[in-house]
């Protein structure tokens, strides 16, 4: 015959399953309380190991501007033929000119980390220059001085050039000088695609009336506001 615990034991445990676990294992495994999270592990660095880490990522971050350099360098190496051959249209000499590419090209080299690649090397760099070329040209406009337009025997398009407002003369020199497309030149210019259109079809409007010109006007006057 079974003993009396044994029968009450079978009767407590009759129909619930989940009670037939002995008190020992719950207290091995005890139900988890709600609302109370655990806590993650905590894992210690030793000061040795920090500083090793830390030495690794200034390795990582000399590489990486070591890496920037040498792409800046190879952008420089490639562009500063070009940039410097537009600067020259744009401001009529090679010392301004150069001084205006050196400008932008420090520019450049201090903002390279947000070149994003979605702009030609070429394009990107031209914005700098041509940014740097017409703040130099709006400074020296209309001024006795200026390339070009203070000799009334010239009537070639280059010294007509000189005689546009500086945004409409890098318009045209863009588009119908170095044969860029209209998208490329208002990427350029930071300007929207009307913009460009409408400044380089107004240079070249003024451009052929002055070449047709008898007289040439000095920089400054009604007919130099090309």
């Given at each position: 015959m079974q003993?009396?615990?044994?029968?009450?034991?079978?009767?407590?445990?009759?129909?619930?399953?989940?009670?037939?676990?002995?008190?020992?294992?719950?207290?091995?495994?005890?139900?988890?309380?709600?609302?109370?999270?655990?806590?993650?592990?905590?894992?210690?660095?030793?000061?040795?190991?920090a500083v090793e880490r830390a030495r690794n990522?200034?390795?990582?971050?000399?590489?990486?501007?070591?890496?920037?350099?040498?792409l800046f360098d190879a952008i420089v190496a490639n562009e500063v033929g070009p940039a410097t051959s537009l600067a020259i249209r744009m401001l009529g000499d090679y010392p301004t000119a150069t001084a205006v590419?050196?400008?932008?090209?420090?520019?450049?080299?201090s903002e390279f980390s947000s070149y994003d690649g979605s702009d030609s090397?070429?394009?990107?760099?031209?914005?700098y220059v041509a940014e740097e070329a017409v703040n130099r040209s709006t400074q020296d406009f209309g001024r006795a001085s200026s390339p070009g337009c203070e000799d009334a025997t010239q009537s070639d398009t280059e010294s007509a050039l000189h005689c546009l407002k500086p945004e409409r003369r890098l318009a045209v020199i863009l588009t119908d000088v170095l044969g860029m497309t209209d998208e490329a030149a208002a990427k350029i210019c930071r300007v929207d695609l009307t913009t460009i259109r409408q400044q380089a079809a107004t240079a070249r409007s003024w451009i052929a009336r002055h070449l047709s010109m008898p007289e040439r006007h000095a920089p400054g006057t009604d007919g130099a506001m090309g």
């Amino acid at each position: 015959m079974q003993s009396t615990e044994d029968a009450m034991t079978k009767t407590r445990t009759k129909g619930h399953p989940e009670q037939k676990h002995s008190l020992a294992d719950q207290r091995r495994h005890p139900e988890p309380v709600e609302g109370r999270r655990s806590r993650p592990a905590t894992h210690f660095t030793s000061p040795a190991a920090a500083v090793e880490r830390a030495r690794n990522m200034l390795d990582i971050e000399r590489t990486l501007d070591q890496v920037s350099d040498s792409l800046f360098d190879a952008i420089v190496a490639n562009e500063v033929g070009p940039a410097t051959s537009l600067a020259i249209r744009m401001l009529g000499d090679y010392p301004t000119a150069t001084a205006v590419v050196h400008s932008a090209f420090e520019r450049a080299r201090s903002e390279f980390s947000s070149y994003d690649g979605s702009d030609s090397p070429r394009s990107w760099i031209f914005g700098y220059v041509a940014e740097e070329a017409v703040n130099r040209s709006t400074q020296d406009f209309g001024r006795a001085s200026s390339p070009g337009c203070e000799d009334a025997t010239q009537s070639d398009t280059e010294s007509a050039l000189h005689c546009l407002k500086p945004e409409r003369r890098l318009a045209v020199i863009l588009t119908d000088v170095l044969g860029m497309t209209d998208e490329a030149a208002a990427k350029i210019c930071r300007v929207d695609l009307t913009t460009i259109r409408q400044q380089a079809a107004t240079a070249r409007s003024w451009i052929a009336r002055h070449l047709s010109m008898p007289e040439r006007h000095a920089p400054g006057t009604d007919g130099a506001m090309g």
